[in-house]
């Protein structure tokens, strides 16, 4: 059985005194709901009252997607012995019959890299010559092999489409550095992407800590943000026009004084003024240099990447990047595994890396965190028989996943699968795991960060989730 | 393999600590057990007894209430020292009315005839012939879909699969939108909705309202449903939603382990999930046709999306929430907290006639406080119990338990009419009152020191004042359609929001549980995937831009400018004057006026001066808020 046989519910850590204090045990979030700092000047109550739980190593965070699950023997852990039993079925409990030619070695070299020495595949060159400033994980593991609860749980922890995302608990507990942009964006090149809005659902959580959704498929700034510029005044004919209903929001005030709320709607109008020019700004990737552009390369996955940094630049706290194309999932080689992968890779390395080292050069890796995976890995044996098409099934019981930045320690490995890449025996990290990580490296402890909805607390991490501390810097 | 990536949830009692255990420790956690609780004890609980009929309190006040309500909300607040605000001016009220009641705002020839209207019981002949339009049902209807999470599809689909869509499921919300119009009994109303199948009309022959059964019908589906964990998931959707929303009790907590605060336990819940294992989902047109499994393309035109009797089952209490581990029989029953002793096994069918005689049945404490409640939120802006659906233990205690009480047992009384109920809310006093905060608190009694009502009560749970309220997405939109004079009356299929031709309520919009609506979500439309209980209400700059910049906002900026030239001709401040008339249900200012003309003869080139400031009076707070 997996997972999925078992609904998974929060309870209360220990039996509260009363419900105030339980309210106010839930960190955060209350009395927010109708306003929040999001749009008011100075730092509300609401927003001082969002103070991190422990002392935070990251400000943001970027997650970069690689939608379908790529072959973690064919990436970040190499074993040799795939080689050795090459054609062997596996045996044990498999989640799907197997049908396929057995083991199947990677056709990729590995060798050490930096310092650190840390084993990457010559798929990866670019992330490989920065392998010391990053942290392989090669014990993840997740509930379920489908796409569809494996995507849930890696951006919901809960593998039924109901539940806020990642990006959501983020600035629900954190709030927005930035006012003049959104604070969580999701780019993606194609509007399809399986399982959908979904992932980056704020779900019960307050509309105000709901995702940016953009399509970067053309990069042109109206194109990317609904209703960023006006089609027919100016910047000064709509100020002037602003001027007129500001002041006639004003009359409206004065006869109906102390209301914050309609003083919370004239603010928030001058924060959507200027968040035109800012954004504007922000989500134009023209305004960057050739050589900068050239070093994230000329692909929708390469742009989005450039995007994403301009955006953590100015302050958006949580920015998801899918690498998806017209396939939906592109790293769901079932067929033609050996072909299409290094495609893939040659992409996404290059992207990944030229992101990383941006970030560096700027002096913002240190308090960015950059998180590099799947929704799973793939199996370490062949899914097919006919050995021209030769390709790897979903695998859940073991993959690798590659964080970088933002308090981790850099140069390390953590955790091992087995000899074939077929399950983690050594400190297994669940998804659970992992987020309770991000959570805690971003200031927050999530058993505490919680939300009360339909008579119980929510958590990212339901009554999972342990932090991995060997990997924090 | 599996084995090692499983890691099962200990979700009951001090193991919350150790969350991950394995196996072994789930197979040995003892069963849960109903003798824990003292039943007696349990129902103490001021939510589980029975409502209590009160003399009307006694008030100093004798000239001020209006209607049974207003003595409750009165001698609350003199007890406390509180005076109530002034009525507010007849404009205020005639546009405070048309929107609670219809979701509209007046139009200047109904504030004129209301305004004009001197005789006795012209407020009286308002609120009734609001009450008697057919928007009555529709603002209602906004109220009740999301409670039963109504959507049109699911939040999952793989590749372009529909099977599990519901391209008729406007057939459900046409009838709730006719069950509020014809004042249906609420208790008829919940029946309906749970077992309309079952049921008979006046004639005896069987019922012609299968539609309702939608509010089931149209619950969400995940795939792999020949899988007992996927449908263990579906039985919970259905629990809470029912429970939720008719009791105001969150059962499906007791889904793992038995309800931490609530006296419901897990045989409750898979007592009350059996119902709906013993039921299924169908596609069926009136004829007896059936769509099995096939795109929703292929299902019969008029086919509604309902539920049946399948064969009836009693399920094992899956131990911790795990279906590979069966606990003992639950059988199929009510809850037990809300049974006078042993709540009886049900056996007709699947049993969902007699959950809905259980959830009406006089006897039962929460069905009735727990919708004049949401009554009550719909009206006043605040309900008196603050969770709606929830009026368990950790819920909020009513500000006004004995008002409640007296509600809940008049509506019953009253043959459970929606309509009565709201009629005494809207006639009160409590209703009529200013939302302006006087300047000056005034002292209740001679010599006596007064209250400032903001200090002391800034929430306003006394109601010392009327709240003032935010429109809705819905009454925002349409009244921004209505007052351009582009809204469309009729009701129908759904159209999408992103259709530049829907000119159609709000309430119409297809609701999607896999994409809602850029527009819904950003103003605060709740997920469709589950039951809301209540709304959010936030402000974000994003809404701001759409309010700016969208094609929606300069298109009806545009069209209300036509229609003002239409209306009062050339002249800017009879154009003025009837835009102000339109939408805000009132005369400019001379200040406002005079911005107004200083504006609209500025420079003219581009956009003329006209859209853009009809643009500016829609986007106005006045146009956001009630008074």
């Known amino acids: ?57 990251a400000k943001r965070a970027v997650f970069l997607f690689m939608n379908g699950g790529p072959s973690h023997v064919d990436t970040f852990d190499p074993k040799p012995d795939l080689e050795k039993f090459a054609g062997q079925q596996p045996t044990g409990d498999l989640y799907r019959k197997n049908k396929g030619s057995g083991y199947m070695p990677s056709p990729f070299k590995f060798a050490r890299h930096g310092q650190s020495g840390i084993e990457v595949s010559e798929s990866l060159p670019n992330l490989a ?47 927005t550095e930035n006012r003049n942009l ?115 390369g000329d692909t929708a996955f390469g742009r989005s990447c450039l995007l994403a940094r301009r955006l953590l630049e100015d302050g958006v706290r949580f920015v998801t990047v899918y690498y998806v194309n017209n396939g939906n999932q592109p790293w769901d080689t079932h067929q033609n595994h050996n072909q299409n992968h290094p495609k893939l890779c040659a992409d996404s390395d290059r992207a990944s890396a030229a992101l990383i080292e941006d970030l560096k050069l700027r002096g913002l890796l240190d308090d960015t965190l950059v998180i590099w995976s799947g929704e799973f890995g793939r199996t370490p044996y062949a899914e097919q028989a006919d050995p021209t098409k030769v390709g790897r099934d979903h695998h859940h019981t073991a993959f690798s996943t590659l964080l970088a930045g933002g308090g981790v320690k850099g140069g390390t490995v953590y955790g091992a699968s087995d000899e074939f890449g077929m399950n983690a025996v050594e400190n297994p990290v669940h998804v659970h795991d992992l987020h309770a990580t991000i959570l805690h490296l971003m200031g927050l402890d999530h058993e505490r960060l919680r939300y009360r909805y339909s008579g119980r607390d929510f958590r990212l991490t339901d009554v999972f989730g342990k932090v991995v501390k060997d990997i924090i810097a | 393999m599996r084995a090692v990536g499983v890691f099962l949830a200990l979700v009951g009692g001090a193991a919350l600590a150790a969350p991950a255990v394995g196996d072994k420790a789930v197979a040995t956690a003892p069963p849960p057990s109903e003798s824990r609780i003292d039943w007696t004890e349990a129902r103490q609980h001021w939510s589980f007894r029975a409502p209590q009929a009160r003399p009307r309190p006694a008030v100093k006040r004798k000239d001020w209430p209006r209607q049974p309500l207003d003595w409750f909300v009165l001698s609350r607040l003199e007890q406390k020292g509180f005076a109530p605000a002034p009525e507010a001016d007849r404009r205020t009220l005639v546009r405070r009315l048309t929107y609670d009641l219809t979701g509209l705002p007046p139009t200047p020839e109904e504030v004129g005839a209301f305004l ?89 022959s069987s019922s012609s309202e299968l539609a309702a059964l939608g509010f089931l019908g149209l619950g969400p589906k995940y795939y792999n449903r020949n899988r007992l964990d996927v449908m263990a998931d579906e039985w919970q959707d259905r629990v809470d939603t029912v429970t939720r929303t008719f009791l105001g009790l969150t059962v499906a907590c007791a889904r793992c382990h038995d309800h931490k605060y609530d006296p419901v336990t897990m045989h409750d819940y898979y007592a009350l999930a059996g119902v709906f294992a013993s039921t299924k989902m169908v596609n069926k047109a009136p004829s007896g046709v059936v769509a099995a499994n096939t795109e929703a393309a292929k299902f019969p035109k008029d086919a509604l999306h309902i539920v049946e009797d399948d064969k009836p089952q009693d399920l094992n209490i899956f131990l911790r929430g795990n279906v590979e581990n069966k606990g003992p029989v639950a059988p199929r029953r009510f809850l037990r907290v809300l049974s006078d002793a042993d709540p009886e096994p049900f056996r007709q069918g699947s049993g969902r006639s007699e959950l809905a005689e259980a959830i009406v049945a006089p006897g039962n404490p929460l069905t009735a406080r727990v919708m004049v409640n949401r009554l009550w939120g719909q009206v006043f802006g605040n309900p008196l119990v603050g969770t709606p659906s929830n009026f368990g233990l950790l819920g909020d205690q009513p500000t006004h338990p004995e008002l409640l009480d007296d509600l809940a047992i008049r509506f019953v009384k009253n043959g459970w009419s929606v309509k009565s109920a709201v009629r005494e809310m809207v006639l009160s006093a409590t209703y009529r009152q200013s939302s302006v905060v006087a300047a000056a608190p005034q002292p209740v009694a001679k010599g006596k020191k007064p209250v400032d009502p903001m200090t002391a009560d800034p929430a306003n749970a006394l109601l010392w004042r009327m709240n003032r309220r935010r429109l809705s997405v819905e009454q925002w939109r349409d009244s921004v359609l209505f007052t351009s004079g582009q809204l469309d009356l009729t009701g129908g299929p759904s159209l999408e929001l992103t259709d530049p031709a829907n000119r159609k309520r709000t309430l119409y919009a297809r609701i999607s549980r896999l994409k809602l609506d850029d527009f819904l979500t950003q103003f605060d439309y709740p997920d469709a995937n589950v039951h809301a209980e209540k709304r959010a209400v936030t402000t974000t700059p994003m809404q701001k831009l759409f309010v700016l910049n969208s094609p929606f906002a300069q298109e009806q900026a545009k069209a209300l400018a036509a229609r003002l030239t239409a209306d009062a001709g050339e002249s800017d401040p009879s154009r003025v004057t009837r835009a102000y008339q339109l939408l ?39 146009m956001m808020y009630l008074d």
Not at chain 1, 23 to 31: E, K, S, Y
Not at chain 1, 43 to 53: D, I, Q, T, V
Not at chain 1, 136 to 155: C, F, G, K, W, Y
Not at chain 2, 178 to 187: K, M, W
């Open chain 1, 182 to 296: 959104p604070g969580y964006v999701v780019l993606r090149p194609t509007p399809k992407i399986v399982v959908g809005p979904a992932l980056w659902s704020n779900s019960f959580l307050p509309a105000e800590y709901q995702a940016a959704s953009v399509v970067t498929q053309d990069m042109q700034v109206e194109k990317l943000i609904a209703n960023i510029r006006n089609p027919r005044l100016s910047p000064g004919e709509q100020r002037e026009q602003l001027d007129l209903l500001e002041r006639l929001n004003q009359i409206h005030l004065a006869r109906r004084p102390g209301d914050t709320e309609l003083d919370g709607q004239i603010k928030a109008m001058e924060t959507a003024f200027r968040m035109q020019s800012e954004a504007m700004e922000t989500f134009d990737i023209n305004r960057e240099p050739a050589h900068v552009r050239e070093k994230y």
């Open chain 1, 129 to 175: 010559r920065i392998i010391d400033d990053c942290c392989v994980i090669r014990s993840m593991r997740t509930d379920v092999p489908n796409h569809e609860p494996a995507l849930l749980q890696m951006h919901t922890g809960n593998i039924q489409p109901i539940r806020p995302s990642l990006g959501s608990w983020l600035l629900y507990g954190l709030g």
């Open chain 1, 1 to 57: 059985m997996d997972k999925g046989n078992r609904p998974r519910c929060e309870g209360p850590m220990d039996a509260p005194v009363n419900r105030r204090e339980l309210l106010q045990r839930m960190c955060a979030g209350f009395g927010t709901l109708s306003l929040a700092g999001l749009i008011e000047d100075s730092a509300s109550a609401a927003e001082k009252a969002r103070l991190p739980h422990i002392a935070p190593r």
């Open chain 2, 584 to 622: 805000y249900a009132r005369e400019p200012t001379a200040a406002e006026l005079d911005l107004a003309l200083a504006y609209l003869s500025g420079p003219a080139e581009g956009m003329p001066r006209w859209e853009r400031y009809a643009q500016v009076l829609l986007a106005a707070n006045e």
């Open chain 2, 116 to 204: 004009a209207d001197a005789r006795d019981g012209a407020y009286e002949r308002l609120v009734d012939r609001l009450l008697a339009s057919p928007r009555f049902g529709e603002r209602l209807a906004s109220m009740w879909l999301p409670l039963a999470r109504y959507a049109e599809d699911q939040a999952h689909q793989v590749g372009n699969d529909t099977k599990f869509f519901y391209p008729n499921a406007h057939l459900y919300r046409q009838w709730v939108v006719d069950a509020f119009n014809r004042d249906l009994p609420y208790d008829r109303f919940v029946r309906l909705q749970l077992a309309a199948d079952s049921l008979r009309d006046e004639k005896g």
